[in-house]
């Protein structure tokens, strides 16, 4: 090991002495600072601002006055998507999806207001964050800085004396290996500082460590294939080529190809086009609001049996609450029904998606890292399902109300008069059925086992590509 | 003459410059295809969602014998069909609505839902022509172009060339103009053959592909100076490659956040809070709270507010339109923020040649945020068409009859 870091601080003397070396990694570390920066205070906001948006939402349904149970059904309550603390380094899927929710009666709305829909438009990658940055363009800078690592000594002569004063291939190409990963890790400090900003928030230890990893992984990822093709190569101009072919491929087109491929291999309808297909099957479980329904003669048969009356109005529980309780059910069944068909597909649609990562590491390491974040497309899932839990809850423990405390009779005269209409109106102390709603990303060995295949695919990268560097460097020849 | 016909033959042995000119017209071709496959798919759902649509008030023609019922429960579909030019640019067509069910209830609650895709695809974005000419390409010449001059200075013939042109820089310039000719052409070629496919029309394509011309002008130049200071291939290509990071991302995200720091915009939980507690707190309040609102905007029903039950449906209307009243100034700040938004971008975009060209191919293809708020207009257009066609039948309870409903306006994609 001994001529090993003399060699690999050789390399760095040089960096800081190479004016473009430097002043690219000067660019970078502003750049890298700056979007670190600018994400994490975005994000604290909306943190901030959502978790303040749904304590509102809740207080106001709570401070409702007296009314009707099934007007509280459809004055319905707010969900917001509060970011997880590792938001503040991955966004991810944030910006394009709505991150608050309407929740009411008889229907499942879509998530609102995404914010890429009314931001300013400057088109390809005008939302940058620190994440994309450490994705996409930090390798440019490693390329930059590392292609000419062993070619540079093959272009200047310098590698036969290198070779014969001891020094073997392999120490050379771990020298020179080193001094690149140094260089790649310490590009890593910002993504370290936010890391630990969200671990101080509350961010589990073992996805914060994971996401670092995860990061410093891909870089290494580079680091070998940058020294690989500087080894094979006789000219700098060629291998330079090389990368940046490499890298057009694996920034700009893999991962779009995967996107227009996931698309074409697994389709999925829009929600408009599920909606219309599904309101055959809602109009064939009824509508809850007409008690008189044709639907609803069997309950209403099977009721009265129960009970041994002969009237509706004798029974002991108002039946069109009942009738809105066991709607409410089946209709939630056909609405989740098909909610969750479309949930699979998706899924399905970024698994296709991620195995693109055999291809190119970026579309791994962006899957990985928006996972380990909980900022991906399954915690968004996720929200869906936690909303939707809350919306069923309070809408039958509204339901609950109809059904025991407001007489049928009484009910069903409602629209008489105002006298009426105002002894319907039920007691506000029954409206804390609502439970409250913190949106909380999966906890971290689900978010780890997400993450899995990202980091197997990028593992696989590293060691075949570290293995082909100690195979070249073997055979370096001056 | 001759020294063109040679530069082409220099051409045709420089094998690095037909990989790149290679990759410039496959991913050019495949981006016009997987375009052209969007659009059509988008044409097929449309076509399915109208003739759905369609079906389903044929359902509920008979089914309900009174307007109120009526209005509550008929959806009609709005949508904006993708253009003949939408396949070259994608545009905000991924994350802003462009499809609609909409009925006669308050519009503040419904104009916001967005039917969209699978958000992942959103993050990533698509593979459209608009993401080859203005983020690909630039890289490709720099590819084809940052070698002319150091790669014969590498090899020593550079002092033998000057001296022998008939002129400086014409060998040079001929060089350069047949790669920068050539990467426009590997673009243009397909676009064209997509765009008359599409059945887009002169019209659009050449100004289209004069923005890819321009803009590519506008790299041969940045190449050209670099090539000024006379550096070796390798610094010269990484200072290049700088400037398309600094021109193509770093200058497109800082006028993203400035302008989004300059003009906020009203909170969208805000503008659906506001609209709800409006609509609903009307059922606590006496009818003439609603009524006067609602008669301000609508003078010839003022005949028509006396409310004797306590739940009639005009009432349920008209507080369902004094709901979108209430939240109009919260609503009409986020249309105009998102307004003055596009504008200010629109005018720094002139710092980022490539965020420029984006713009404009999204302007020609109809996918910008013009576009997406032409949509809204419409869809606000046909919802007040819709409410001016119930009201009558609502406040002067007429009976619900076949002839009446075949009067009910149907949206219409084309003018607003």
């Known amino acids: ?478 | 003459m001759t020294g063109l016909f040679r530069e082409i033959r220099f051409l045709s042995h420089d094998r690095a410059a037909l990989l790149w000119l290679g990759i410039a017209v496959f991913i050019a071709v495949v981006s016009v295809f997987l375009g052209l496959r969007e659009v059509s798919s988008q044409r097929a759902e449309l076509d399915g969602l109208i003739e759905a649509d369609h079906r389903e008030r044929e359902v509920l023609m008979d089914l309900y014998q009174d307007w109120g019922d009526v209005a509550y429960y008929t959806f009609h579909l709005t949508y904006d069909p993708p253009s003949e030019f939408a396949f070259a640019a994608q545009g905000r067509r991924d994350t802003s609505p462009w499809k609609h069910n909409i009925r006669a209830l308050a519009l503040e609650g419904q104009i916001y839902e967005t039917d969209a895709e699978n958000p992942d695809f959103a993050l990533v974005g698509r593979l459209d022509f608009a993401f080859v000419a203005n983020l690909l390409a630039p890289l490709l010449l720099i590819l084809l172009l940052h070698d002319l001059r150091s790669a014969e200075r590498a090899t020593g013939r550079f002092e033998l060339l000057c001296a022998t042109a008939a002129n400086r820089g014409s060998p040079w310039f001929a060089r350069a103009a047949l790669r920068v000719g050539a990467l426009a052409l590997c673009l243009i070629a397909p676009l064209w053959t997509g765009g008359l496919l599409a059945g887009s029309g002169a019209a659009t394509l050449a100004p289209a592909s004069l923005v890819v011309v321009l803009h590519i002008g506008f790299w041969w130049a940045v190449c050209a100076l670099m090539d000024r200071f006379g550096w070796s291939s390798p610094v010269n290509l990484t200072a290049l490659v700088g400037a398309w990071l600094a021109f193509a991302v770093i200058v497109p995200a800082a006028i993203k956040v400035s302008v989004e720091a300059t003009v906020p915009l009203p909170d969208g939980g805000e503008i659906l809070f506001t609209q709800r507690e409006a609509v609903n707190d009307a059922w606590d309040l006496p009818k003439a709270a609603t009524m006067e609102p609602f008669v301000e905007r609508h003078p010839e029903w003022a005949d028509y507010t006396e409310v004797s039950q306590p739940f009639e449906w005009k009432w349920y209307y008209a507080f369902q339109q004094v709901g979108d009243q209430t939240v109009e100034p919260l609503s009409q700040a986020y249309r105009e923020g998102r307004v003055r938004r596009d504008a200010l971008a629109a005018s720094l975009a002139w710092l980022s040649p490539p965020a420029l060209a984006e713009r404009a191919l999204q302007a020609l293809a109809g996918t910008n945020v013009a576009a997406t708020l032409a949509y809204e207009r419409q869809v606000r257009g046909f919802h007040k068409a819709l409410r001016e066609y119930y009201y009558p039948r609502l406040f002067r309870e007429e009976p619900v009859s076949d002839a009446s409903l075949a009067q009910r306006p149907e949206f219409r994609e084309t003018g607003e």
């Open chain 1, 1 to 478: 090991m001994n001529g090993v870091f003399p060699i690999a601080r050789e390399e760095l003397r040089l960096w800081l002495r190479s004016r473009l070396a430097f002043s690219a990694l000067l660019v970078f570390a502003l750049l890298l600072t700056a979007t670190s920066v600018l994400t994490a205070l975005r994000m604290s906001a909306e943190q901030q601002q959502r978790t303040g948006q749904q304590a509102l939402a809740e207080e106001t349904f709570l401070s409702q006055p007296d009314r009707h149970p099934h007007r509280m059904v459809h004055y319905g309550h707010y969900v917001f998507r509060v970011p997880p603390p590792l938001s503040v380094v991955d966004p991810g899927v944030d910006a394009v999806t709505g991150q608050s929710m309407f929740l009411e009666g008889h229907r499942q709305n879509t998530a609102m207001f995404a914010d890429a829909g009314a931001g300013a438009n400057l088109g390809g990658f005008d939302d940058l964050t620190a994440a994309l940055v450490y994705q996409l363009f930090v390798p440019l800078l490693l390329i930059a800085m590392g292609h000419g690592l062993i070619v540079r000594e093959r272009e200047e002569n310098t590698l036969a004396p290198l070779l014969a004063q001891n020094v073997t291939g392999v120490m050379l190409c771990l020298g020179k290996w080193i001094a690149l990963a140094g260089v790649a890790l310490v590009l890593l400090l910002p993504l370290f500082v936010m890391t630990a900003l969200a671990a101080a928030r509350g961010e589990s230890l073992l996805t914060s460590a994971g996401l670092i990893g995860i990061y410093a992984l891909y870089s290494l990822v580079w680091c070998s294939l940058i020294l690989l093709v500087s080894a094979l190569v006789r000219h700098r101009g060629l291998g330079l080529g090389i990368l940046a072919l490499f890298w057009l491929g694996a920034v700009l087109i893999v991962p779009r190809t995967a996107v227009e491929s996931a698309s074409t291999v697994v389709p999925a309808e829009g929600k408009l086009e599920t909606d219309l297909r599904m309101q055959a099957e809602l109009r064939a479980v009824g509508d809850g609001h007409n008690a008189g329904a044709p639907q609803f003669m069997r309950l209403r048969a099977n009721l009265l049996a129960q009970y041994d009356v002969e009237r509706v109005e004798d029974l002991p529980v108002n039946f069109r609450g009942v009738v809105a309780e066991v709607n409410e059910a089946d209709v939630t069944d056909v609405l989740n029904k098909y909610a969750g068909e479309r949930m699979a597909l998706e899924a399905r649609q970024a698994r296709f998606a991620e195995s693109f990562g055999w291809l190119s590491p970026v579309v791994a390491v962006s899957a990985g890292s928006r996972a380990l974040s909980g900022t991906d497309l399954a915690t968004h899932h996720r929200f869906l399902r936690k909303a939707e839990e809350v919306r069923f809850d309070f809408v039958q423990g509204l339901n609950r109300v109809h059904v025991e405390q407001l007489d049928y009779t009484i009910d069903i005269n409602r629209s008489i008069d105002t006298a009426s209409e105002r002894l319907t109106r039920m007691s506000a102390e029954n409206w804390n059925v609502l439970d409250e709603f913190s949106f909380e990303a999966a906890p971290a060995s689900e978010r780890l086992t997400r993450a899995a295949p990202a980091l197997t695919m990028l593992s696989a990268w590293f060691l075949l590509l570290t293995a082909a560097v100690v195979f070249a460097s073997r055979r370096i020849r001056p």
